[in-house]
C-alpha cells in the first residue's frame, strides 16, 4: 500500500470515529428543557381542568388533583384559579372567597381576582365586605373599569 493511501484511509477512520461520536441531537441548555416540559404542577392543573371541562373523569377527581397541587405549593395560581372558578360554578361561594382571597393577596394587580372575590362575597350575602373590597381595589388601582363599574351597581 502507497504511502499516500495509508494516509487518506486512516484520516478516513478517524473522520468516521470522531463523526460516530459527535451528538445526534442540537446542544440544548437544561433550562430550555425544563420550560419546553413545563412545571409538572402546572401540567397536573392542566389534565385536571381537562377532566372537568371534557367530561373525561370524575370532576371529584380532578379537584382532588388540584388539591393536591395546592398541598406541594399552597400559593400556586393555577390551582386556586381553577379551584376558585369551580368553587363558583358550583356555588360554594364560601370557598371561592378563600380561594380569591387568597389569589388577590399574592397578585394585588390583578383586576379579576378582586372582581371575583366581590362577586363571591354578594353571593355569601356579605355586601359590605364586597363593596369596601371594590373600593379599596379602586384606590389603588383606579382604572380597573370592571370593578368600578361593579362596585357603582352595589
Known amino acids: 500500500m502507497k504511502k499516500s493511501t495509508l494516509i487518506a484511509f486512516i484520516g478516513a477512520v478517524i473522520l ?21 416540559e413545563g412545571n409538572p404542577l402546572d401540567q397536573k392543573v392542566d389534565e385536571a381542568v381537562a377532566i372537568i371541562q371534557n367530561g373525561e373523569g370524575p370532576p371529584m377527581q380532578a379537584i382532588g388533583m388540584l388539591l393536591e397541587v395546592l398541598r406541594e405549593d399552597p400559593n400556586h395560581e393555577k390551582a386556586l384559579l381553577w ?28 383586576e379579576l381576582y ?35 363599574d361593579f362596585a357603582e351597581g352595589l
Open 16 to 36: 468516521a470515529v470522531v463523526l460516530w461520536q459527535m451528538p445526534r441531537t442540537p446542544h440544548q441548555e437544561t433550562a430550555e428543557i425544563v420550560a419546553e
Open 83 to 110: 379551584l376558585g372558578n369551580f368553587s363558583m360554578m358550583s356555588g360554594q361561594w364560601e370557598k371561592a372567597v378563600d380561594r380569591f382571597h387568597q389569589l388577590s393577596q399574592l397578585h394585588p394587580e390583578n
Open 114 to 148: 378582586t372582581l371575583n372575590k366581590v362577586q363571591a362575597l354578594m353571593q355569601v350575602g356579605d355586601t359590605t365586605a364586597a363593596l369596601s373590597n371594590a373600593n379599596e381595589y379602586l384606590n389603588a388601582y383606579p382604572e380597573a373599569n370592571r370593578v368600578k
